[in-house]
């Protein structure tokens, strides 16, 4: 017998999205640089492009959250990593707008 559940094919990631959730670190850290030293171009340039790295990231993570939560992971779990990258992609974009 083996320990493999049955609604999981072998072609298929088991359902979690506890994995997800990575792309608020380049988020988190392009938003840090640009409230902090953002008044240097050399800054602001560093920061747009983490930032922009983590916005695609954030979006490719949502999308595997969506399809993570069909498989049957937890919807709270998900709705958590959602709302933490949603979060982090407001501040980058913020601190963008407003630098």
């Given at each position: 017998?083996?320990?493999?559940?049955?609604?999981?094919?072998?072609?298929?990631?088991?359902?979690?999205?506890?994995?997800?959730?990575?792309?608020?670190?380049?988020?988190?850290?392009?938003?840090?640089?640009?409230r902090?030293?953002?008044?240097h171009?050399?800054?602001?340039?560093?920061?747009?492009?983490?930032?922009?790295?983590?916005?695609?990231?954030?979006?490719?993570?949502?999308?595997?959250?969506?399809?993570?939560?069909?498989?049957?992971?937890?919807?709270?779990?998900a709705?958590?990593v959602?709302?933490?990258?949603?979060?982090?992609?407001?501040?980058?974009?913020?601190?963008l707008?407003?630098?």
């Amino acid at each position: 017998m083996s320990n493999e559940s049955p609604s999981v094919t072998p072609n298929e990631a088991p359902s979690s999205v506890s994995g997800d959730a990575w792309p608020v670190l380049p988020l988190g850290l392009a938003a840090a640089l640009l409230r902090t030293l953002g008044d240097h171009t050399w800054a602001y340039v560093l920061g747009a492009v983490i930032g922009g790295i983590g916005l695609l990231a954030a979006v490719i993570a949502v999308a595997e959250c969506v399809r993570a939560v069909r498989r049957g992971a937890s919807v709270g779990k998900a709705v958590w990593v959602v709302f933490l990258l949603l979060a982090g992609g407001f501040a980058v974009v913020h601190q963008l707008a407003t630098v």
